[in-house]
């Protein structure tokens, strides 16, 4: 499906279909219940915890923009990935990738610990471990990628097809790219999970989530497991949301030039050690994000010389990057993955997750990208500024160096 036709969808699904008042924009429905049309007559809608015209609006613009057959939108992402496990029975196999978003693996680990299915947890680009635990015939199988914050990638289309041969179901959670930049189903998923609080809201005011479904009975099994859970999502969540979607094409486009334009900067500052980024050719799956990929998003990550002291250093400087957890708005977002996102895992478990005290992740907005490269630019300065009075002593002996040939000595 082409990018244009994504925008068409996004900003028309629901317009004009307003058979009351003619209103251009779908209403907002509130109502908790509707009546029937006469005894033993039910409309297409009685109750909103099972359906509601707003969210059903939301649901058909989100399973287009996927190609899927049909979606739930759900409470929140947790309640979109609490939904995925709802079709698992104690005696199957669920397979997730070790660095999956936090959130997630508590979910699965923990209802694991209780019974709920037996779990295995394994690097999904080791293909020998994956091969044999494909071995075993897994119920599901569950993929995320790009991975937060050191944007791995996995092979969608590859893992599918080796998934499916074992009757194992694949779930991806495209949280990190949105159906603009990636359409997991198209590569052979079955399910497509969102935590439509990041990208497809996109505004950093409603927490929500989705599942999309390949098939029609998918789809209507895992609507009646919603209803039977209780986690669908608000009316006025799918509101918004909705209206957030309309321009999540166009977002997308600004998100990705601006991230393009922080990676140039970074990629070469002598501040930085390295960047991660799908979209730098020295990437390790960066011919992969080509092909998997219609774009390489706007998260990024990357690891500054100098310490703890730099990153506290480059934090206090900068202006339009709010220091905040979750990602996908607007607005610029920095975060320091070892004492906030990631905080809940032992110092030695990061370690071997390969995210370190340095390491610093951004979620690039829609502002102006010079006035945030500028910005960026100034708070690295500033880092290296003070990581060189801090260290002042170690450069006694390299008084000849200019500020850069310092900081590659130092780094
Ligand atoms: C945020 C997030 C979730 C959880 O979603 P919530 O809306 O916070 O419940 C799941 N997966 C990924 C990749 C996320 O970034």
Known sequence: MSQEKLATIAAQQGICTDGNHGAVVPPLYLSTNYTFEEFGKKREYDYSRSGNPTRAT?????????GGAGAVVTATGMAAATLCTALLSPQDLLVVPHDCYGGCYRLFTSLAKKGSFQLEVVDQNNEKALDEILARKPKMIWLETPSNPLLRLVDIEAISKKAHAHGTLVVADNTFLSPVLQRP????ADIVIHSTTK?????????????IAKTPELAEELAWWANCLGITGAPFDAYLTLRGLRTLP???????????????LLKDHPVVEKVHYPGLENHPQHELAKRQQKGFGAMLSFELKGGVES???FLSRLRYFALAESLGGVESLVAHPATMTHA?????????AGISETLIRISVGVEDPEDLVADLSQAL???AQSTFSAIKGQYSGQ???NDTEKLRAFG
Not at 185 to 188: F, K, Q, R
Not at 199 to 211: E, I, L, P
Not at 252 to 264: G, P, S, T, W
């Open 58 to 66: 939301l649901a058909d613009t989100l399973a287009q923009l996927e």
């Open 185 to 188: 189903l198209e590569l052979g």
């Open 199 to 211: 990208y497809v809201n996109g505004h950093s005011d409603v927490v929500a989530g989705a599942v």
């Open 250 to 264: 166009l977002r997308m486009k600004q998100h990705q030039l601006n991230a393009e334009a922080a990676v140039e």
């Open 311 to 313: 990153v506290k250093a």
């Open 344 to 352: 809940s895992m032992t110092e030695e478990a990061r370690r071997e």
């Open 381 to 383: 300065a500033y880092a």
């Open 399 to 401: 008084q000849g160096l």
